[in-house]
């Protein structure tokens, strides 16, 4: 199977998985965590009023699927409860119980790094959306378990995967074609991976071959080299291709060079090899 085939085969199989996972009559889920937002926000800067007005209106659209109209109700409660200073449907009239809850509903250490695991994986691959969303659907179900080093964290990884995911957009409406002969691209790789490379191999994601090796020397397990090559292309967006001198292979697809300035090549157990920027 070639590259293209190969990229078009695994499209096919996300846009399949995206299909099976998504409530046909369910509120559209960038709608929906828009106006979730909205109302976190006035949530969060405890003006209760307009946070219980803004759940209300949410859930009243009648629109939802099973999992959003729990998470509406479930903010919507604990923002009446605020608001008019009552106990919650779930908190107790005693003391003692209502300690026990207290303690009961804070995360552990490991719950929260169990939690956040997930979203994290997907940032380190350089999927931002899914990061994005699971950071989200964390700090909307969590936030009031959290205690305020668990918020920062959590909040400062969700900035992040909006932030990449803007860059990346940004990218693809000013940075996308070159259409100037000898169009220079350069970035600092810094080799983490344990393993020494011999070749990197660049091909545009439009491309179904490799260009010749744009690597100088041999790249030695934790040095660095500046890359550097020149061309005519139609796209920044590119696969790279890395030969260790084991004679190991790895892939990465569509990296848009162009926003690179410097990409750490790593390796662990877990999930293989992953190239940061």
């Known amino acids: 199977m070639n590259k293209q085939l190969k990229k078009i085969t695994t499209s096919c199989l996300i846009a399949a998985t995206l299909l099976a996972s998504t409530g046909v009559f369910a509120m559209d889920s960038e709608d929906f965590n828009r106006r ?7 949530y969060i800067q ?4 307009t946070a219980t007005n803004l759940f209300q209106r949410l859930y009243n659209e009648g629109s939802l699927d099973y ?3 729990q998470r509406v109700l479930k903010f919507l409660d604990s923002s009446k409860s605020n608001q008019y200073g009552l106990p919650s449907k779930n908190q107790s009239n ?7 809850t207290t303690n009961s509903n ?6 929260f790094d169990s939690g956040m695991a997930k979203g994290i994986w997907y ?3 350089g999927m931002y959306y899914e990061a ?7 700090c909307d179900y969590n936030w009031g378990k959290m205690n305020a080093g668990q918020q920062k964290y959590a909040l400062d990884y969700l900035g992040s995967a909006k932030q990449k995911i803007q860059q990346w957009e940004n990218s693809q409406k000013n940075n996308s074609y070159f259409p100037i002969p000898g169009t220079k691209l350069n970035f600092t790789l810094v080799n983490h991976s344990g393993n020494d490379i011999s070749g990197i191999y660049i091909s545009e994601i439009t491309h179904d071959t490799w260009e010749e090796n744009i690597l100088n020397e041999n790249l030695l397990s934790y040095d660095s080299s500046r890359i550097s090559f020149t061309g005519t292309f139609d796209t920044s967006r590119f696969d790279l291709l ?3 001198v084991d004679g190991e292979e790895i892939v990465f697809e569509d990296i848009d060079l162009s926003v690179v300035n410097t990409a750490t090549l790593t390796y662990n157990g877990y999930d293989g090899y992953n190239l940061n920027w």
């Open 106 to 111: 804070s995360l552990s250490t490991a719950e």
């Open 46 to 49: 405890k003006d209760y009023a």
């Open 242 to 244: 890395f030969i260790c």
């Open 94 to 100: 005693t003391q003692t119980t209502t300690q026990q």
């Open 132 to 138: 994005k969303d699971e950071f989200q659907w964390f």
């Open 36 to 42: 979730m937002d909205e109302g976190m926000k006035a």
């Open 123 to 125: 940032f380190n691959k």
């Open 67 to 69: 999992e959003q109209e």
